[in-house]
């Protein structure tokens, strides 16, 4: 059985662009959840999908948003970056919500130059 | 707010050594408990589950228990091996949208 995976592995972008993060959950999984790594800041969470709704999001500005297509599939949009987007993203599923583990992916690595 | 720390932030021990990881959460109103492996620059490995009704869970050489009204969880591990260095981070689910809110984890060397 595949794991999470997420797409790209690293991408670097400059301030003010915009970057788009990818995660396709396990087979079966319907929520999927954001999280950030950055350095000397912990895991934050982000957002979580669950069968194509935004279910729930964390304590970040309106300019990471994403979205969750019909096959589970999801991806993260951060716009306008800025020198401290950088970090790792990570991604997770689960098979629903209400108790469930959570599995991660292996992230993505955005450095913002 | 939930809160959660592990104690200690690091830790060196030599093969062979039994040890324990601390995790304290200061809202005990949570219906899991996660316990994580992290690899550098690498995603988390799911390790363990304690739910809310639970005591302990195992798996292999490892060991989770839960005291849901002291706050506090630890991760046993026994015999430890060079292949157990890592950061083991542990996580707490409030079902406040399915959020997990972890600790700062702590960064375990086993060292041959």
């Known amino acids: 059985e595949a794991g999470v995976t997420q797409s790209p592995t690293h991408l670097i972008k400059t301030r003010g662009q915009q970057a788009t993060l990818r995660c396709s959950p396990i087979?079966?999984?319907?929520?999927v959840y954001w999280y950030q790594q950055a350095l000397g800041l912990g895991l934050q969470f982000l957002l979580w999908?669950?069968?194509?709704?935004?279910?729930n999001r964390g304590n970040f500005p309106p300019r990471f948003s994403g979205r969750q297509f019909p096959n589970y599939s999801s991806e993260l949009n951060v716009n306008a970056l800025e020198l401290e987007d950088s970090a790792l993203y990570l991604c997770?599923?689960?098979?629903?919500?209400?108790?469930?583990?959570?599995?991660f992916g292996d992230g993505t690595r955005l450095s913002i130059l | 707010k939930q809160e959660v720390t592990q104690i200690p932030a690091a830790l060196s021990v030599p093969e062979g050594e039994n040890l324990v990881l601390n995790c304290s959460f200061t809202?005990?109103?949570?219906?899991?408990l996660q316990w994580f492996r992290q690899d550098p620059g690498k995603g988390l490995t799911s390790l363990l589950l304690i739910q809310s009704s639970q005591r302990e869970q195992t798996s292999g050489r490892l060991n989770a228990s839960l005291d849901k009204s002291s706050g506090r969880s630890t991760l046993y591990i026994a015999a430890s091996q060079p292949g157990d260095s890592a950061t083991y981070l542990c996580a707490v689910d409030n079902n406040a949208g399915n959020m997990l809110t972890f600790g700062g984890g702590t960064r375990l060397m086993v060292k041959p």
């Open positions: 997770a599923s689960s098979l629903g919500p209400s108790n469930q583990p959570q599995h």
């Open positions: 809202d005990s109103a949570i219906y899991n």
């Open positions: 087979s079966g999984h319907t929520s």
């Open positions: 999908y669950d069968e194509g709704e935004e279910r």
